[in-house]
């Protein structure tokens, strides 16, 4: 089992959809302001987790992308990951393993399995 894709898209600084794609060995590599730490909070986010401060939040709603100068703000944060189920640690039949969670300006949340909004 492991991470094979994780697709981001108005979660913190990640404006535009963004699709990183792991191989057997990967690093994330960037300067300072880059974005390093928010694809670790976005999987993080991903998978339930719950708590503003975790995410190097002040309130929930700071995860959908604020704005800037330039850009507007959004009103949803996505996040996609893409589990290789390889091994049949997960107990589903499925051999690829997709959970979204998707979240409102309103507050409104919602997840997603293979595309089947659960929850």
Known sequence: ????KIEIF???SFA???TIEFDSVSAIVGPNGSGKSNIVD?????????GDK???SGKREDVVFNGTKFRKPLSVAEVVVTIQNNKNILP????EVQ???RFYRSGETEYFLNGT???
């Open 1 to 4: 089992m492991y991470l094979s």
């Open 10 to 12: 108005g979660f913190k």
């Open 16 to 18: 535009d959809k963004t």
């Open 42 to 50: 976005a999987l993080r986010w991903v998978l339930g987790e719950q």
């Open 54 to 56: 975790v995410l190097r």
């Open 92 to 95: 589903t039949e499925y051999n």
């Open 99 to 101: 959970i979204a969670r």
């Open 117 to 119: 909004r659960s929850g």
